[in-house]
């Protein structure tokens, strides 16, 4: 600990590749996952989908057995927020799903989610999720161009706010993370503008970012299974999630095949490899 807030775990190259390892892995069980989630589909179904990818390249999940959770990933169906467990509910027409997994590589963690929207597609919930992915874009590209990790919770926040049409909600009970030796650590990262800028940006920094968002109000009930988080409203809500390095000689996304460089172009940011 330092002056009250808890120590931030700086990697080195090596081990920074060593989680892009593990990114890589999860890429692909996500791949397998987000293809498999069709109606009358399982979210249990879609966990065995997943837990096989990480099983073949003989890498382990890092949600399973965390704090006793039961599975491999999250599996978030319409109003559930965060957390989902995979179990017996099958995936109808329309359903949005937030897939939530992690995987290690000779210890060291990645941490990634996507939505789909399974069959039929609201518009609703298709600009709900498009608006989600492009904020997590904005705050990774933030953290490439930023000082200060609180940089990445005003680009998230400012783009939200600006989009045009009904107004989405940034939860705020649930944050993004470091990542490294461990899936949840130093520093939390928040989704919205606060006057706290948060530590220095510099190497060795690696961060899950993770927006979610509501198409309601941003109040949220964990369910009696002390796992399954929820709107109180009832509206459909997103997550979208990669994790991040930063390194001397700028950042690459640890969970993207091509280290993001696709969708940061956009911004102006070129990923570059983690050295050797």
Not at 10 to 20: A, D, L
Not at 264 to 271: I, K, N, W
Request: aromatic share 6%; net charge negative; charged share 20%.
């Amino acid at each position: 600990m330092a002056f009250g807030q808890p120590r931030i775990e700086y990697k080195s190259n090596q081990q920074m590749r060593k989680m892009h390892e593990a990114g890589l892995v999860l890429s692909r069980a996500l791949d397998a996952a987000v293809a498999a989630a069709k109606p009358g589909v399982s979210t249990r179904e879609l966990d065995a989908v997943f837990a096989a990818v990480l099983n073949d390249a003989g890498a382990k999940s890092n949600f399973l057995g965390y704090h006793g959770f039961p599975a491999t990933i999250c599996a978030s169906v319409n109003e559930e927020v965060v957390h989902g467990i995979p179990g017996d509910r099958v995936l109808q027409d329309g359903d949005i799903i937030s897939i939530d997994g992690g995987a290690i590589v000779d210890g060291w963690h990645s941490d990634s989610a996507r939505t789909v929207i399974v069959g039929t597609v609201d518009p609703e919930d298709q600009r709900l999720s498009d608006v989600t992915e492009e904020a997590m874009w904005r705050g990774i590209a933030a953290l490439a161009k930023g000082k200060f990790v609180g940089d990445i919770g005003n680009a998230i926040d400012d783009y939200v706010s600006a989009v045009p049409g009904k107004p989405l909600g940034i939860l705020e009970d649930y944050v993004g993370h470091g990542i490294g030796s461990e899936m949840h650590m130093a520093p939390d990262v928040l989704n919205y503008r606060t006057g706290h800028r948060g530590p220095k940006i510099r190497p060795g920094l690696c961060l899950a970012i993770e927006p979610m968002l509501v198409r309601g109000g941003i109040e949220t009930a964990t369910l009696e299974d002390d796992w399954t988080v929820v709107t109180t409203d009832g509206q459909r809500s997103c997550q979208w999630e990669h994790s991040v390095a930063v390194h001397e000689k700028g950042i690459w996304v640890l969970s993207a095949p091509d280290g993001g460089a696709e969708r940061l172009a956009q911004f102006g940011v070129t990923p570059v490899p983690i050295p050797a």
